[in-house]
């Protein structure tokens, strides 16, 4: 996999329909305990709601999952953990908490507002295309710094930290498939004065390296 889709950050979405207020809330997660964390802070939260529906899929392991935590059967939990999938997600949950207005909305009403909170708290947060980085180092004297800034802007690299010792050390994500063409530019531009070390490969949001 070269890359997949998440969403940005943690968001909310209140939503309400005949007097039942629906919240949504979604979170990127990285493992099945993040995503039990989430659902059990949002209960504590949401103190006197009636329902915590909850979908969440992970990546690792291709593991999916939902309640309807009291709803009727394929009402709420089903059609949230069917949002995630219609936008490609994964590694992330979406929690939507339900306190009842009084009055019953029926299946295809449940389905409906599970749907929208769900997918509006999904565009609040924004979806992150994530791509296979470098976690990249390099060293340069003072007086190359901004040069040496420039030449990896110019190649599609982010610089991510920047360190002022006896030498300033750079360090950069750049996308995989980009690497030997900043390695070359690099050494060319700042005349074989630099040397790039890979530190790691990462995944990293393809709008913060591009």
């Avoid at 964390?37 to 593991?63: C, D, K, M, P, Q």
């Avoid at 490609?88 to 749907?115: E, K, Q, W």
Wanted: glycine share 6%.
């Amino acid at each position: 996999m070269s890359e997949y889709k998440t969403v940005k950050k943690q968001a909310f979405f209140e939503y309400e329909d005949r007097r039942s207020r629906f919240i949504g809330a979604v979170i990127p997660i990285k493992t099945e305990a993040e995503a039990i964390e989430f659902i059990n802070r949002r209960r504590s939260e949401t103190f006197g709601a009636r329902h915590n529906v909850y979908a969440y899929i992970l990546r690792e392991g291709n593991i999916a999952r939902y309640s309807d935590d009291g709803e009727p059967h394929s009402t709420a939990g089903m059609p949230t953990l069917d949002v995630i999938k219609k936008n490609g997600l994964v590694d992330v949950c979406v929690v939507t908490t339900r306190y009842f207005g009084g009055i019953l909305l029926g299946t295809g009403g449940l389905v409906h507002a599970y749907t929208t909170a769900a997918k509006m708290a999904i565009e609040t947060a924004g979806i992150a295309v994530m791509k296979r980085c470098f976690l990249c180092s390099v060293n340069c004297e003072y007086t190359d710094h901004k040069r040496l800034e420039q030449v990896l802007c110019d190649n599609k690299a982010k610089v991510v930290d920047t360190e002022y010792t006896d030498k300033v050390t750079l360090k950069f994500t750049v996308p995989e498939p980009l690497y030997d063409t900043l390695l070359e530019n690099t050494v060319d531009a700042m005349y074989g004065k630099v040397s790039v070390e890979i530190l790691e490969s990462i995944w990293a949001d393809s709008a913060e390296v591009e």
